[in-house]
Antibody, heavy 118, light 110 residues
Framework: EVQLVQSGAEVKKPGESLKISCKGS????????IGWVRQMPGKGLEWMGI????????RYSPSFQGQVTISADKSISTAYLQWSSLKASDTAMYYC???????????WGQGTLVTVSS | QSVLTQPPSVSAAPGQKVTISCSGS????????VSWYQQLPGTAPKLLIY???KRPSGIPDRFSGSKSGTSATLGITGLQTGDEADYYC???????????FGTGTKVTVL
């Protein structure tokens, strides 16, 4: 079974750093892109960026370029999303998903809730 | 604000049919595949339709997709209470070089 399992919920203060993870299993991790999607409370889905773990090629949405860093460690089939200085507006659910380029997102991880509050 | 426009909500009685529209442009829907996702309350999105009209294994044929020009449509027949969810269309935008999601549609079973 193809599966993506994300790290647990986080509560952070503004200005703190954070790295969340997404571990793939049941398929060749280096043969598909992994995408990250943000969902703010009560809002829709926003694409943040994608990474190809095979060679660490990364593409960012212009809306998120410079705001987050996407990376991957293919040796442990894990992709990451990180912030160097969180803001309250980063409070959201973050999903990873396996991506077929210019096609589908499937499956999705269970989501990681990030709460940023002083 | 998304470049793909969906109606905020649609509703129908159990057993009836609903359709959800997704309106875009030539840079996105007009020249790229459309996917549809179902997000049940409190859960992650799930792929329902890919490549405009194909269903992944395990998705019932009550769900269907179509595309014409710069618009796409998701249809749900034999509506069930378990279909109450948010539904999103998605495609690649060649001008923006980004994946774009629709604004989302909430389906309510009356």
């Amino acid at each position: 079974e193809v599966q993506l399992v994300q790290s647990g919920a986080e509560v952070k203060k503004p200005g703190e750093s954070l790295k969340i993870s997404c571990k793939g299993s049941g398929y060749s991790f280096t043969s598909y892109w992994i995408g990250w999607v943000r969902q703010m409370p009560g809002k829709g889905l926003e694409w943040m960026g994608i990474i190809y773990p095979g060679d660490s090629d990364i593409r960012y949405s212009p809306s998120f370029q410079g705001q987050v860093t996407i990376s991957a460690d293919k040796s442990i089939s894990t992709a990451y999303l990180q912030w160097s200085s969180l803001k309250a507006s980063d409070t959201a659910m973050y999903y990873c998903a396996r991506v077929k380029v210019r096609n589908w997102f499937d499956p999705w991880g269970q989501g990681t809730l990030v709460t940023v509050s002083s | 604000q998304s470049v793909l426009t969906q109606p905020p909500s649609v509703s129908a009685a159990p057993g009836q049919k609903v359709t959800i529209s997704c309106s875009g442009s030539s840079s996105n829907i007009g020249n790229n595949y459309v996917s549809w996702y179902q997000q049940l309350p409190g859960t992650a999105p799930k792929l329902l339709i890919y490549e405009n009209n194909k269903r992944p294994s395990g998705i019932p044929d009550r769900f269907s997709g179509s595309k014409s020009g710069t618009s796409a449509t998701l249809g749900i027949t034999g509506l069930q209470t378990g279909d109450e969810a948010d539904y999103y269309c998605e495609t690649w935008d060649s001008s923006l070089s980004t994946y774009v999601f629709g604004t989302g549609t909430k389906v309510t079973v009356l």
